[in-house]
């Protein structure tokens, strides 16, 4: 099917038939071979999904206890998901929302951050810390002691640990002193670089109203030195701006987790100086790094993207992003916490996988028409890498 590159699909989702092109990235890749590779701008992460057996398909949708599905993750393509990633410039964020970590269990995210860890990676990998291993949390002690001893275990593996939101602190409906407590007693036993993740509640309904009053900014105060920056997955641009500006004094770094406004948060002014993350030599600048789960769809556009940008050629970094996230919009509308659904179906697409499936069968969470809308903005985006398996594909699903 490779190199058929321009057919014509139609669909059913109101806006007629549309072109499927694996070609859109040919004349980027062309103008990159005139120049030298640049020095990255940005610090950038892919949060990637999990694949599943086609034997999980024969389960139905009835639950499947986390303890039991190992046997059912498809770990030769999960890990050769996060080697494609490496291979076109992303850190991996491993264990976290994409990878379905509220539903996986610890047993399951401690065996996918073992074997990301094996892998060779160009960078270490993130994970989350949290303590989804322990059957309750009573107080404050053992919730430290337990993402502490997750935190420990990211490490053996390589791994750089981020503090996940914190369930329990959530469910406690804690205040500002004891969230300062908490990540306080966390930050104090380990060594760094740590990171912290903030959740918003579009991803996890619970988290709705996580780090109260100015919590956040108290911690990412506590060691700087240790706690080398935060993720803000929040959707809000103007919170990140205000909220970077203020990391940047301590030389901490923001990643983006917006997904919606990606595109303007990466891009910016010059670097203004560097910092060292263990061995990384990470820019600092009024400007986003970027962990994301829409990276798992558009690695490629997007690593282009960054090239360009880390030459300074914002037109082409604009031209290949902003369609980009035209496509996360859609894959991250509402519901949102829904989007990892068009992830997985846009992998099988392309052919990284030979089913949809997700935990829990969420791949079923969008309807054929959000599917359609996916692949031809995918498209658009340069997203598409085999058009003709592609439209195969789609036409499947069109009759069945």
């Known amino acids: 099917m490779a190199g058929a590159a321009l057919l014509r699909v139609t669909v059913s989702d109101g806006e007629g038939s549309f072109e499927l092109s694996d070609e859109v990235l040919a004349p980027y890749r062309e103008a990159l071979k005139k120049t030298p590779r640049a020095a990255p701008r940005r610090l950038v992460y892919a949060a990637a999904h999990l ?6 398909g024969e389960l139905g949708t009835q639950a499947t206890p986390p303890e039991e599905l190992a046997k059912f993750i498809d770990w030769e393509a999960t890990c050769a998901l996060r080697v ?11 264990a976290m929302d994409t990878a379905q970590r509220f539903s996986i269990g610890w047993h399951n995210a401690h065996e996918l951050l073992l074997r990301c860890g094996a892998l060779g990676l ?11 291993h322990l059957d309750e949390v009573a107080d404050e002690a053992a919730l430290i002691e ?32 004891c969230y300062l407590r908490v990540y306080e007693g966390v930050i104090a036993q380990l060594e760094g670089p740590l990171f912290v993740h903030w959740l918003g509640e579009m991803f996890l309904a619970e988290l709705a109203g996580y780090f109260p009053g100015h919590s956040f900014e108290r911690v990412m105060a506590i060691d700087p030195a240790k ?16 909220l970077r500006s203020e990391l940047l004094i301590r030389d901490q770094i923001l990643f983006t987790g917006d997904d919606l406004n990606f595109a303007d948060l990466i891009a910016g002014p010059d670097p203004v100086r560097s910092t060292l993350i263990a061995d990384s030599k990470v820019q600092l600048g009024d400007f986003s790094h ?49 989007y990892k659904a068009g992830l997985a179906w846009l992998s099988w697409l392309n052919g990284n996988q030979k089913n949809p499936m997700l935990v829990e069968r969420a791949e079923g969470r969008r309807d054929l028409n959000h599917i359609q809308k996916a692949a031809r903005l995918a498209s658009l985006a340069g997203a598409v890498s085999d058009a003709g398996l592609c439209a195969e594909r789609l036409g499947s699903l069109n009759h069945s």
């Open 51 to 56: 694949v599943m057996n086609s034997s999980y």
């Open 84 to 94: 494609r990633l490496d291979r076109l410039g992303f850190g991996i964020a491993e």
């Open 122 to 132: 160009a960078r270490p990998f993130i994970a989350g810390a949290g303590v989804d």
């Open 146 to 177: 337990g993402v502490v001893y997750q935190a420990r275990t990211i490490q053996a593996a390589g791994g750089w640990p981020i503090l996940l939101p914190m369930l329990p602190l959530a469910r406690w409906g804690a205040d500002e002193a």
């Open 227 to 242: 706690l080398r920056g935060a993720k803000l997955s929040l959707l809000d641009p103007q919170l990140e701006r205000r």
């Open 290 to 338: 970027a962990l994301l789960g829409i990276f798992d769809a558009i690695a490629e556009p997007a690593s282009l993207a960054l090239e360009f940008l880390a030459r300074g050629d914002e037109a082409r970094y604009r031209a290949l992003i902003e369609p980009c996230q035209t496509l996360s919009r859609h894959l991250f509308s509402a519901p949102t916490e829904d």
